[in-house]
């Protein structure tokens, strides 16, 4: 009979101990951030303009313009995050704005949950119709994106 291998023991158990407590670990991530990693896998917008979700709502950029834009002068595009604004707090937040002439960036705003609300003001030409892509990010719900044709 072999005799008892204290340090194989407490091998064995150091090794199970902190395998268990990965597992623990690993678990509580995902079962945390299951919500989270569902929002952050891709560029989210509005699937239904007719129907959309609460999400969609509150996190789908708005964007506006003058009727009337002229080739090559600058124009006002007005910007805010969902149709209600998208709340602004320490816990829950946008953190930036981008916005595109097709796949050229014209402006990108950063903002700190001090900002009060989720809009900008973006002076803009064009030279003749354009892709408007706006793209938003909310520290909890994700990238989203409002894609528009400016006409000139
Ligand atoms: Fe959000």
């Known amino acids: 009979m072999q005799g008892f291998d204290r340090r194989k023991f407490l091998k064995t158990?150091?090794?199970?101990a902190v395998t268990a407590g990965l597992a623990t670990i690993v678990g509580s991530l995902k079962s945390v951030s299951a919500d989270e990693v569902?929002?952050?896998q891709n560029v989210n917008r509005v699937k239904d303009p007719l129907n959309k979700t609460p999400k969609e709502k509150g996190h789908a950029p708005v964007?506006?313009?003058p009727i009337n834009i002229?080739?090559?002068?600058?124009f006002n595009l007005d910007i805010q995050i969902g149709e209600s604004l998208h709340p602004m707090t320490s816990n829950h937040y946008i953190q930036w704005?981008?916005?595109y002439?097709?796949?050229d960036l014209v402006s990108r705003i950063e903002f700190s949950p001090l900002?009060?609300?989720a809009?900008?003001?973006i002076p803009v030409a064009v030279k003749e119709s354009a892709t408007l892509r706006i793209l938003t990010r909310c520290n909890l719900h994700g990238i989203w994106e409002t894609v528009k044709t400016v006409s000139v």
């Open 63 to 65: 964007v506006q313009w």
């Open 119 to 121: 809009k900008v003001t």
């Open 101 to 103: 002439l097709g796949t």
């Open 115 to 117: 900002c009060p609300q």
């Open 13 to 16: 158990v150091g090794i199970s």
């Open 38 to 40: 569902d929002w952050f």
């Open 97 to 99: 704005i981008e916005a």
């Open 70 to 74: 002229k080739n090559g002068e600058p």
